[in-house]
């Protein structure tokens, strides 16, 4: 195969491959130009899944072919190519030939539906869509929508693709043989993505993500975690979210190599992690306490991590976990729209907060009218960057949301945050999650937390509920452990001592299985609608009172 791809211009001043974090020149910050630029790294693994390996000499033949097969296919510089793919290396080279040929990676979710995939797919206006054959019959269903691309491109089809057709459109298969084509002149302010939101508030908004986001995600997040070119970054989360993407940069700008498997498992993830030799990885959502309610086996230690990023992990469920497995944990905070803005990494190690400030942001804690808040009172986080694009530049063609997330030119995270006088951030509530009853405000995050903590408690999830009373009263959803039976007296009765008697609910709610996100979240709005139920059980009705003078 030939490795010479189309190189740097002539007026280019070269960089030395190898650690390029905080090496590269504004207009160098791009996939495309840090491709080539690490390119002779040569035969080092960059990234690679089960069967399947892109070295760094590769990576950048790949880009220009899989971007002549797109422009073969009718694809111009700022369209926009839907991946609708699990985690697998296609994606990954898919990333490469879009970015290469000056367009717009759009991996969606793969558990997008009916109207919400064609939501999706009518707003992000597609010129080409890469799907693969389990997934296919999903954009079948709405053709209608589908019917505006140019080209879908099918893998893994596995027959002849002779009678694989949406509406009237044929379907091809994605190969790795066309002819390359020079990069596209991209420009790090131009989108190297845009990343859905799981629509669990309302309809998915598309985040506008920039080259130079994620190069500061690569930066920021590798620097907090230590990574060096030595380190194998792993990761089970999928490749349509921004950390599974971002962790992608962070191997390719510190000459490292990045590890993913199809699919989180708590069974296989110490196992898989060996394998694949991984030192770093990513524990968001519940994956903590996930893989700490597995029975512990000779695996827990069995592997070479040493740090893992772990946000909003409360102190206690942090200590068993490096008890148990031997794995620093770092929390911080980023979404999205923003960046690596918050870490622990910071000063003194602070488990169970946010951490503090990253060089290159404004973290402000303010009111409902953008007023700041004294320290050590609650009020929603907005945040400002300092570097050209290291963050979202809004929602793609929904200009009114863009305008109210920016206002005063401040982005609004709808969080709930507390900034003490050392400069730390804690995390208190989604504000769409926060509770008032009878006067009080209530985090439902910390009540879950508390509840994480009873040993019968495998998963946790509260919301507010309306009450005969003006407000809300709390509700909680709980997932028991096999072989537990629920008793809610004495689940309340654990409660007294760790929370304030306001904050412990009234209502609960045994499930068998929550509905959850594919990045570990559960789906609350699922929760609001099915509400007070004739199986939930009522904690006044049952005549439990609560001991008022214990309190956290």
Known sequence: MNRQPTGNSETDTPVPAGDLRRALEFKERTLPRILQTQAPLADKVLARTTGHQITYAEAPVVAARVAGLLVEAGLQPGDRVVAMLSNRIELIELWFGVSWAGAHLVPLNTAFRGSQLDHVIRTSKPTVIVVEADLLPHLQAIAEAVAGATTVFLVDSGSDLQDWTIGGMAIQPLTRDAKPIPPHAVSPADPAAILFTSGTTGPSKGVICPHAQFYWWGILTSESLRITSDDVIFTALPLFHTNALNALWQAILAGGTYAFVPRFSASRFWKQARENHATVTYLLGAIVQILLNQP???????????????????????????????????????????????????????????????????????????????????????????????????????????????????????????????????????????????????SSWEVENALMLHPDISNAAVIGVASEMTEEEVMAFVEIRADCQPDPGEIIRFLESRLAYFAIPRYWEFVSKFPMTENGKVKKHRLRERGITSTTWDREEAGVLLNRGVTT
């Open 296 to 442: 512990p086996s000779g695996v827990d230690r069995d592997h070479y991590i040493r740090v893992a990023l772990s946000p909003a992990t409360p102190v206690e469920l942090t200590d068993q976990f490096q008890n148990r497995f031997g794995v620093t944990l770092i929390s911080g905070y980023g979404s999205t729209e923003t960046n690596f803005v918050l870490s622990n990494a910071i000063g003194k190690n602070e488990p169970g907060t946010m951490g503090r400030v990253q060089e290159g942001f404004e973290v402000r804690i303010v009111d409902e009218n953008d007023c700041d808040v004294p320290d050590g009172e609650a009020g929603e986080m907005v945040i400002r960057n300092h570097e050209p694009f290291s963050m979202a530049s809004g929602y793609f063609s929904d200009a009114g949301t863009t305008v109210r997330s920016w206002r005063n030119l401040w982005f609004h995270t709808g969080d709930r945050v507390v900034r003490n006088t050392n400069g730390v951030y804690q995390f208190v509530d989604r504000i769409a999650d926060a509770i008032r009853r009878r006067g009080e405000n209530i």
